[in-house]
């Protein structure tokens, strides 16, 4: 861009000008995108009741009370229990993702078989379909399996690769890989399991990981899967439990609430900042292939 | 940059003579396309295509989950027409869907257009502008933004800063739809990578071409960036709109569970949830549940339809 001005004589001053505009646009645009994360660390250190009114983004004197609050746990469920519920099953669903949608997309990128487009197309199409339209017989057939109220509706989907977007992701990878190598293990007399696992697997990993931090992320923070198929206590995740023990205390432990909701932010903040350049070039490949 | 499309692979040349062997070995491959995807046909059969059947089905039923579903035709869609809630919920999913979606896109797009220009702190900027995506939808924030949209708090303050007296988004039945607006809005994050990565694509000559031609900033934009961009924007626009129709999560929490007050947040899909799990009433949702597929497919249509008049894919890419 700025190659552009050279050939102005006051190329020099409008440069400048140029980039303080551009910093001071980046920085209020920041400033709005990073508040409400800081509102909210901020919030967990004030005493509950100043929460709400007041202004000020970090309170002046800071208070531990809402975390050691927050360690006693709630309704006699230590807290940890929430957070292990939900480590157990973004970490199953990681699993489940990586292991079926990988095989599929091997299936579609790398097996020539009849029948392969059309099951493609209808993949991709399931894509666009809202979820609401399975909702109700998948919860209907669950329940004729008494199988509510444990975490097997939650990740049977995963496991079977529902989860289109992240096929879709794997196949698109998998077709950018150079043809010769996998035809070469095929010489040497390898079959497909063998070349899937020591070939294109291998070769994958960039897209295997975004799929997996996306995926961990996604089954952290979800909270319609939960909220309709898990209803005992001990069994929620963290995103149900703060829903369920929202007001049960009353707005004396606003404070403990506070610092849970920020506690359920943590990991997926810690994966974003160690991830971001995986999930961010993830997501722009999605766009642009896909 | 093509936008979702199969382009078949060849498979590795028959090496061995002969049509019998070839067929063999056709066959064989056709076993193990359809073993390594096996977990997705279990998945698509099981999960996704019979319960589109069963769906279907249950739309014309009365089906309270304990006794077996009765045929009544029609019912649960004159019922739907005629039920004010449930016009209610259209009003407020195409309200929050045609406000929140364009200003979501169009911040992507300008904030995108920043980014591009390449200044120090430009990789931290992106980064920074995508987090939101990722948390956006967790329960956590949607508590935050009940404790900033309430009476008193930095909104309603900054707002009252400018004369505006409008009090807590959160309590107003009017205003409410508006926070969770802002609050996708906030996530422009995910759509501005996406339009970031568009424009990395167009090329530098195609500029300095035009400034030669002496083009303005507005005019260069309008006939270089925006065509070379376009299948990007179609991407953004359909995905977006996509999701915004499916919108759940947010407003339930947001609303405190309510889908309120006044049905202020009653989205589509927080009333179907309320139909089919708080009044059983699983027949009319499932009829509901079509409704919204129904639209998801019209705009989904009209995008595609229209796609030829304004999305220009490169030649060859296609």
């Known amino acids: ?290 | 940059m093509t936008l979702v499309k199969d382009t078949p692979v060849l498979a590795p040349s028959e090496r061995s003579s002969g049509p019998a062997a070839a067929k063999r070995r056709g066959r064989r491959e056709s076993l193990a396309g359809y073993l390594f995807m096996s977990p997705w046909l279990a998945g698509f059969l099981l999960l996704t295509a019979g319960p589109m059947v069963a769906s279907f089905y249950y739309a014309f039923t009365s089906y309270n989950l304990f006794t077996s579903p009765q045929w009544v035709g029609l019912d649960n869609f004159t019922a739907m027409f005629e039920d004010p809630r449930w016009r209610k919920s259209v009003e407020v999913t195409l309200k929050y869907v045609v406000i929140g979606t364009p200003l979501k896109l169009l911040l992507a797009l300008g904030v995108a257009l920043l980014l591009a220009q390449s200044r120090r702190g430009q990789g931290l900027y992106r980064a920074a502008f995508y987090m939101p995506s990722l948390i956006g939808a967790s329960v956590s924030v949607g508590f935050v933004w009940r404790a900033l949209f309430s009476d008193n708090a930095i909104v309603d303050s900054g707002l009252k800063a400018f004369g505006w007296n409008l009090g807590g988004w959160i309590g107003d039945p009017d205003l409410v739809l508006y926070s969770l607006v802002a609050l996708t809005v906030w996530q422009f994050g995910a759509p501005m990578v996406i339009f970031l990565a568009g424009l990395k694509q167009v090329p530098r000559e195609l500029y300095e071409a035009a400034e030669v031609d002496g083009a303005g900033p507005l005019r260069r934009f309008w006939s270089i960036t925006l065509p070379m961009i376009s299948p990007v924007l179609f991407f953004n626009v359909l995905l977006e709109t996509i999701h915004s129709f499916q919108i759940f999560g947010s407003a339930y929490v947001v609303s405190d569970t309510s889908c309120g007050p006044a049905d202020g947040t009653l989205v589509y899909t927080c009333y179907l949830y309320q139909k089919a799990f708080k009044e059983t009433q699983m027949g009319f949702a499932s009829a509901m549940a079509w409704m919204l597929l129904l639209a998801v497919a019209l705009v989904t249509a009209v995008l595609f339809w229209s796609q030829k008049k304004w999305v220009h894919y490169e030649e060859g890419a296609k």
């Open chain 1, 1 to 290: 861009m700025s190659t552009a001005n050279a050939t102005v004589p006051t190329a020099g001053s409008r440069r400048r000008t140029g980039s303080v505009i551009w910093h001071v646009s980046a920085i209020a645009v920041l400033a709005v995108v990073l508040y409400p994360v800081l509102w909210v660390i901020g919030a967990s250190f004030k005493p509950g009741e100043d929460i709400i009114g007041s202004l000020d983004l970090f309170p002046a004197d800071p208070i531990l009370s809402n975390f050691s609050g927050l360690a006693d746990g709630m309704a006699n469920i230590p807290t940890s229990t929430f957070f292990l519920n939900s480590l157990m099953y973004a970490g199953l669903a990681v699993a489940g993702v990586v292991v079926s949608s990988s095989l599929t997309a091997y299936a579609f990128a790398k097996i020539q078989f009849r029948g392969r487009n059309v099951l493609f197309s209808l993949m991709i199409g399931t894509l666009l379909l809202p979820y609401h339209v399975l909702l109700i017989p998948q919860y209907v057939m669950f329940q004729k399996l008494q199988l509510t109220d444990t975490y097997v509706p939650l990740l049977a989907g995963k496991f079977l690769a529902t989860e289109a977007f992240f096929v879709f992701l794997m196949v698109q990878f998998m077709r950018g890989l150079p043809r010769e190598l996998d035809e070469a293990a095929r010489l040497d007399g390898c079959g497909h399991l063998r070349i899937y696992w020591s070939v294109v697997l291998p070769l994958t990993r960039p897209a295997i990981i975004t799929t997996a931090i996306f995926t961990f992320i996604n089954a952290w923070n979800d909270f319609m899967g939960p909220l309709i198929y898990l209803n005992n206590p001990d069994r929620a995740t963290v995103s149900l439990a703060l829903m369920m023990f929202r007001d049960q205390q009353g707005i004396s432990d606003y404070g403990g609430m506070i610092a849970m909701a920020m506690a359920a932010l943590v990991p997926v903040l810690a994966f974003f900042l160690a991830f971001q350049r995986y999930l961010i070039d993830g997501m722009a490949t999605s766009g642009l292939k896909g």
